[in-house]
């Protein structure tokens, strides 16, 4: 997706890949989002990172935080960013 369609940025990290895989499929099937990107961070967390409309990703991220606690990985943070700043792509999209 080109930065310039952007209208919001989700985040949800959880502990365990498992839970970061069931979060973004609840996300997917409850609103009109898609999946930018998922990083392993180290020490078992994962981010799963979603965009598109601030209310779809808001609609998203809510959905991806419930289904965590029942597949037992823990939801560590959620995030949504609307109308993110161009500057934040490197730090998004940085493979380090």
């Known amino acids: ?3 310039a369609q952007v209208k919001a940025v989700g985040l949800i990290e959880t502990r ?3 839970g970061a895989i069931a979060a973004l499929d609840t996300m997917a099937k409850a609103a009109k989002v898609s999946m930018l990107s998922v990083r392993r961070v180290g020490s078992g967390l994962v981010t799963v990172i979603i965009s598109g409309d601030v ?3 808001q ?3 809510e959905a991806g935080k419930s289904v ?3 597949t037992g990985e823990e939801v560590v943070s959620a995030n949504v ?3 993110p700043h161009p500057d934040l792509w490197p730090a998004l999209f940085d493979p380090k």
Do not use: T
């Open 55 to 57: 209310a779809a990703v």
């Open 81 to 83: 960013i609307p109308r």
């Open 1 to 3: 997706m080109a930065q």
């Open 59 to 61: 609609s998203a991220i």
């Open 16 to 18: 365990g890949l498992i």
């Open 68 to 70: 965590g606690a029942s």
